[in-house]
């Protein structure tokens, strides 16, 4: 973030970085991590944060920088109606219209939520080839609003799920999110919007595609053995059975029995393989505990 309150950007000055010191970095980054390999596990993208908590001056720059090294770009717009406002107030533009000047739109290009978009810009998103990353959870946690995807696939728009953050999402289950993507867009009245299979869809192969790969988000020959297993024969499954695939994103969101990314075992038996969790639950529980009193202090 570039954009501090002394500037009229929404984070305070203190959490904030110089433009040179950003760029700088994301080129250190870039170089040290990146594997643009395929099944690679660390894709480096450059994400300033939102409109306004960015310099337009960054958010081009990193752009240009971005294309340079042939990488992805990332960030969070047209997520509420404050950040239209302050978009057309403080720079003269939808956000949509902001991103294209600064150079934001193409396939490269991944958006985080699009709640605020009208048919036109939609219609902008399929031509370019941006992705969107849903968020329904945490849209309805903050009152964002509701996200036209609905009009977005049938436009042909690239749309993946997301869970945002911590701050706004208090599970980051993706097969809960699945649910909340079909459950949400059915509330504008239409009970066929989304069906269960295209909200899992969503989580899997439209993730892939947002993120422009072809090596993920299936099970098939020639991609990453990425894939999950779950307990059908429990209660949350009870009279579900007859269709195990609207049985996932309907029901109560289950627990993982076994997770395999890239061909390795994560989670088996329903217990995480790779991280001992009980020292990581303290220390995030005293981390926690010890930021909200200082939130109270001020």
């Not at 990146?34 to 752009?63: G, I, K, N």
């Not at 192969?205 to 072809?214: H, P, T």
């Not at 289950?254 to 990314?261: D, K």
Request: proline share 5%; charged share 25%.
């Amino acid at each position: 973030m570039s954009l501090g309150e002394s500037q009229g950007g929404l984070p305070p000055d203190r959490v904030c970085d110089g433009e040179d010191t950003i760029l700088r970095d994301s080129r250190r980054v870039i170089e040290t991590f990146h594997d643009p390999q395929p099944y690679s596990m660390c894709r480096v993208s450059l994400a300033p944060c939102s409109p306004f908590s960015v310099t337009p001056e960054l958010m081009r720059e990193s752009a240009r920088l971005a294309r340079a090294y042939q990488v992805h770009l990332h960030t969070h717009l047209a997520e509420t109606r404050d950040e239209e406002d302050f978009c057309l107030q403080k720079f003269g533009k939808r956000p949509v219209d902001y991103a294209e000047y600064l150079e934001w739109m193409g396939a490269d290009v991944w958006f985080a939520h699009s709640v605020w978009v009208n048919d036109a810009e939609i219609a902008r998103y399929a031509k370019s080839g941006v992705g969107i990353a849903h968020c329904p959870s945490s849209n309805m946690r903050l009152a964002s609003g509701i996200a036209p995807i609905v009009k977005m696939l049938r436009a042909g728009v690239k749309v993946g799920l997301g869970v945002d953050g911590s701050a706004s999402n208090d599970s980051s289950h993706m097969l809960a999110e699945s649910r909340q993507a079909m459950l949400l867009q059915r509330v504008g009245g239409d009970p066929k919007a989304i069906t269960a299979r295209q909200a899992l869809e969503l989580g899997t192969l439209g993730g892939a595609r947002v993120l422009g790969r072809d090596d993920i988000g299936a099970l098939e020959k020639g991609k990453a053995a990425d894939f999950i297993a779950v307990k059908m024969g429990c209660l949350d499954f009870a009279g579900a059975l007859h269709d195990p695939v609207a049985a996932l994103v309907f029901c109560a969101p289950p627990r993982v029995e076994l997770s395999v990314i890239n061909g390795r075992v994560v989670v088996e038996n329903g217990e995480l393989r790779t991280v001992e969790l009980a020292p990581v639950i303290a220390r995030h529980n005293r981390m926690a505990k010890e930021m909200l009193a200082r939130a109270g202090a001020r």
